[in-house]
């Protein structure tokens, strides 16, 4: 076994106030906070800034961060920071700002080019310092050693590799309060794809990433119907976001298999969200995956707000997920979302090209079984 995390997790409501003392114990003297337009313009970040502030750390704001966001965009980044000599980096944001963060800081100290670091285990040397701060309860993106480009028109890389890891990690429920509804379920259902992929994962499965994942499912279980309702509940707020983080922990050491191959075509051709995405596909795979995996499926009843008191089985598990994510309020079919019927074959065909997620799948998929689980999915 060989289990690998973030150095330092600081998670407690009102932490935000401690990043620039955080980063001044990592050297750091002139940051780049990366983060997108929208919390740049609804002024989120003003609490991480004034933190910083405080502590007399200069900084710079790069806010230009998309959804699945494109390569071009990230080697922009990456100049701008090599020309203001920033010596450290903050992801602030969802998934794709810290990510983002991650390649700036492992790009802007090396000689490396960014196409000889996709895959596994392809980066050399060292990052500059980096700290990472999420305003959404799903990725995990603060405690994994993966980032997720868009490279060409919709094709995801990812770039797995220890040095992604960031120093800090920086939990703080109060900057998850009024996330709307449809992004706190995606997200939340995202997390949750994370624990339940890897408690099944057919590769680097552990009883450290088992314990984590079921302590995730139970938290985020038990709290994202609340947090949807009500998005100033901080118990809630705080419950999914330290949840979210232990799935990442989990996801980060046992890998993600099929749920999120299948969901990065939809990201990449359609721009559906990476959470939406998960949650789309989720019950369909759960239930194609049944076949070989239902001794696993029935021991995370117990985990399962909804499902711990009923009979555990396999069955059980996926309908009580199904019955959480439509519960939720968002979308439950490729069709409501205006994906082409046929278009599915390609969907099909562009998935099997992600053989790193699908080989921790418990069962095998073909290109056949692929399309039919777009077409249970279309609705």
């Not at 114990?25 to 929208?38: F, M, N, P, S, Y």
């Not at 790069?62 to 701008?80: C, F, H, I, R």
């Not at 997920?321 to 390609?346: F, H, K, W, Y």
């Amino acid at each position: 076994m060989d289990f690998q995390t973030t150095r330092r997790i600081v998670a407690e409501p009102g932490s935000v106030n401690r990043l620039g003392a955080l980063a001044r114990e990592l050297g750091v003297k002139r940051a780049l906070l990366v983060t997108d337009r929208g919390i740049f313009e609804s002024s989120l970040h003003t609490r991480a800034t004034d933190a910083l502030k405080m502590a007399d750390v200069d900084f710079v704001v790069e806010y230009n961060v998309v959804a699945d966001p494109p390569e071009g965009m990230v080697l922009e980044a990456v100049t701008k920071a090599r020309a203001l000599r920033i010596d450290g980096v903050i992801g602030f944001g969802g998934g794709s700002s810290m990510d983002v963060a991650k390649v700036i800081a492992t790009l802007v100290p090396s000689q490396q080019q960014i196409g000889e670091i996709y895959g596994i285990g392809n980066v050399r040397g060292a990052r500059l310092p980096l700290i990472q701060v999420p305003t959404t309860a799903g990725t995990g993106s603060e405690v994994t050693q993966i980032a997720i480009i868009t490279t060409g028109e919709t094709t995801k890389t990812g770039i797995v590799s220890p040095q992604l890891l960031p120093d800090v990690a920086l939990l703080d429920g109060e900057l998850t309060l009024g996330l709307p509804p449809p992004v706190t379920a995606a997200t939340g259902i995202d997390a949750m794809v994370h624990a339940i992929e890897a408690y099944t994962s057919r590769h680097k499965k552990n009883q450290y990433s088992d314990l984590l994942a079921r302590e995730a499912l139970r938290l985020l279980s038990a709290h994202l119907i609340t947090a949807v309702q009500d998005g100033t509940n901080l118990e809630a707020r705080s419950a999914m976001l330290y949840g979210a983080m232990l799935a990442g922990q989990a996801f980060a050491n046992a890998p993600v298999a099929a749920v999120h191959a299948l969901a990065y075509p939809l990201g990449g051709h359609y721009h559906i969200s990476h959470g939406l995405s998960n949650s789309l596909m989720l019950a369909h795979v759960l239930r194609f995956n049944a076949e070989t995996a239902p001794a696993p499926y029935a021991e995370l009843c117990a985990s399962l707000h909804s499902a711990k008191a009923l009979p555990a089985s396999a069955e059980t598990f996926i309908t009580a997920i199904a019955e959480l994510c439509a519960a939720t309020g968002i979308e439950q079919s490729l069709r409501q979302l205006n994906v082409p019927r046929a278009d599915l074959p390609m969907l099909a065909k562009e998935a099997m090209l992600q053989q790193r997620l699908l080989v921790n799948n418990p069962r095998e998929i073909t290109e056949t079984d692929a399309l039919r689980l777009y077409e249970n999915a279309w609705g």
